[in-house]
């Protein structure tokens, strides 16, 4: 059976950091891409990082460079986005999703989906 678990959100002041992570279990780990996806109230969802977990490669979106970091554990099979210095617009559920195939910033993307983890960041 496929998963993807995402744990790690919570309540946090603004400039403060939170550390997600995202247990994958039941595919082949290193044949996917893994990436965070975000969706506030009212909004769109919005994809936020993304890694290869073959290669290493990461992508982020200009919403959350140089502030959140996307980092993989092959062995663990695990994937952590590193939240730093987090704003209120920050607040959302953080999903984290695995596809073998599309590229990031599909509209497709996903071949599978975890619950998500919500993250709200006070002013």
């Known amino acids: 059976e496929v998963q993807l678990q995402a744990s790690g959100g919570g309540l946090v002041q603004a400039g403060g950091s939170l550390r997600l992570s995202c247990a994958a279990s039941?595919?082949?780990?290193?044949?996917?891409?893994i990436g965070w996806f975000r969706q506030a109230p009212g909004k769109e969802r919005e994809g936020v990082a993304c890694i290869g977990t073959n290669d290493g490669v990461t992508k982020y979106a200009d919403s959350v460079k140089g502030r959140f970091t996307i980092s993989s554990d092959n062995v663990e099979k695990r994937v952590y986005l590193q939240m730093n210095n987090l704003k209120p617009e920050d607040t959302a559920v953080y999903y984290c999703?695995?596809?073998?195939?599309?590229?990031?910033?599909?509209?497709?993307?996903?071949?599978?989906w975890g619950q998500g983890t919500q993250v709200t960041v006070s002013s």
């Open positions: 999703a695995a596809d073998s195939w599309s590229t990031w910033g599909d509209s497709g993307w996903g071949d599978y």
């Open positions: 039941g595919f082949r780990f290193d044949d996917y891409d």
